[in-house]
Every structure is written in structure tokens, then in C-alpha cells.
């Protein structure tokens, strides 16, 4: 049985990654801030042997105390699945120092020193056909300018550039490293964003949708559900020979060669 570590378990994305991936068999390390809802979660999924750690990746010593943890316990992954705080929109494209040091260590240095502890506890063997795979989820503005996540425009493009230099790193080791780029998605708290816009305008739901999603291909912004399975496509056999890549899930909407 394979084990996957998932971050951000209890957020809308991640419960939707751990019901997907538990159903498929897989046994999980499910990692948030707050316990009480892991175990929660962790009685409500498919299969047995799933453990809980408290993890908040913007606070050193709990990142501490969870890379000890995966250690004390002897956990060995197979695969990690690393959602790392976004940082919320914002027009301001020249933020103050401060600010910017504030979301690096939140987005970005911590949610990395978490991808070390996960990267410590996996022993990849690709000569006997064990390979472990890490899936950073990150946004559109990774590969596309968004006026509006002016923040996100940069955050997102480190966490591109650091898995493709993990990528080169790590391969020989039988490590892959890919990122996952969504779009629109139709996460709770995404939803409640579209029903304020709604209201706002004084549409309903199902208008402002049609109207917000009318620029691209397919038509729609994306469920948990299909980001769930996006995931367990890249910690399975299909991307053994995929590394570096950074995937986009929107739609079609960006645009880029």
C-alpha cells in the first residue's frame, strides 16, 4: 500500500484529494491545523490506517515539530500532495517589504521546509519499481499574468521554478516533482466568492457564473472532485516518465505555448 502525504487536508480541494485517493486505496498522512477536523475526516474516508499530525505551515515550530513527527513515527511516503497558502488577491503590484517578507514565509519558506521533512521520509527504489511523486498545487497566475494577484504572480512562479529545480535534482533518485495550476475552481470558499459577486450585481448564482466563466473553452470552472483526480494521475504509474512539468488545470483559459 502506498502513502501519500496531503497538506491542507480538511480545505475544500484537499477533503475532495483525500476521499479520491483513499478510495483508491491508498493509505494517507493528513496534515491541517486543526485535529480535531483531521480525525473528523479521517473516519469519514475509505479504507483503514490513515494518521493525523497537526501541521501549520506558517509557524516554525509546528513545522518543526511535524517533520519530527513523520520521523518518530517511522513514516515512509510514496507521495506527497503539497497545497501551500495562497495569497489573496490584490491590485497593489509594488507591496512593502514587510508584506512581502510576511507571504514569502507563509507561501512559500514553510510550505518548503514541510516539502524537506516529506522529502526525508521517502526511499524511492526505481530499480525495483518504487518511485515517489510530489504534487505542488499552485494558480493559473503561474503561468499567466493576472492583473488582480499581483502577489500571486510571483508566489506561484517560485513554486514553478523551485519543483523544476527539484525536478533535476531529484530524478535520479526516482523522486518527480510536478505542479498542478488550477483555474476557477468550485472549492467552498469559491463559491461563496462567486455568490457575493452575485449579489453585488444583483444576479443570481447561475448568471454571474455563466457570465464569469464566458471566456473560457470549456465553459465552466473546475470541481474538487476533477482536481482530485488530476492528483492521483500524477502519483500514479501514468507519470513515470513526466517531471518538471507544470500542469495547467483551467479550462483551456490560458493561452500559452
Known amino acids: ?33 486543526n485535529m480535531e477536523k483531521l480525525k473528523t475526516l479521517s473516519e469519514r474516508l475509505a479504507g483503514s490506517g490513515h494518521q493525523c499530525l497537526s501541521l501549520d505551515m506558517t509557524n516554525d515550530e509546528a513545522i518543526g515539530l511535524f517533520a519530527s513527527q513523520l520521523s518518530e513515527k517511522g513514516i515512509v511516503l510514496d507521495g ?76 506561484r512562479c517560485a513554486w514553478v521554478g523551485e519543483a523544476k529545480t527539484l525536478a533535476f535534482a531529484l530524478g535520479s533518485r526516482g523522486i518527480h516533482v510536478n505542479t498542478l495550476s488550477l483555474g476557477g475552481t468550485l472549492a467552498p470558499w469559491y463559491r461563496e466568492g462567486i455568490e457575493k459577486r452575485a449579489h453585488a450585481a444583483g444576479m443570481t448564482f447561475d448568471q454571474r457564473l455563466a457570465e464569469e466563466t464566458s471566456n473560457i473553452p470549456l465553459g465552466k470552472y473546475g470541481e474538487p472532485a476533477e482536481v482530485a483526480i488530476a492528483v492521483e494521475g500524477l502519483l500514479s504509474p501514468f507519470s513515470d516518465h513526466m517531471t518538471g512539468l507544470n500542469i495547467m488545470h483551467d479550462g483551456g483559459f490560458t493561452r500559452s505555448y
Open 1 to 33: 500500500m502506498r502513502t501519500i502525504l496531503v497538506t491542507g487536508a480538511t480545505g475544500g480541494i484537499g477533503d475532495a484529494v483525500c476521499h479520491q485517493l483513499a478510495k483508491s486505496g491508498y493509505a494517507l498522512v493528513l496534515a491541517a491545523r
Open 80 to 155: 506527497v500532495v503539497l497545497m501551500p497558502p495562497q495569497a489573496h488577491s490584490t491590485n497593489d503590484p509594488m507591496p512593502g517589504s514587510q508584506a512581502w517578507r510576511e507571504l514569502f514565509q507563509s507561501c512559500f519558506i514553510g510550505p518548503l521546509e514541510v516539502l524537506k521533512a516529506a522529502i526525508a521520509a521517502m526511499k524511492p527504489d526505481p530499480a525495483a519499481g518504487r518511485r515517489a511523486k510530489i504534487v505542488i498545487i499552485s494558480g493559473i497566475s503561474s503561468a499567466q499574468v493576472l492583473g488582480h494577484y499581483a502577489t500571486s504572480n510571483v508566489l
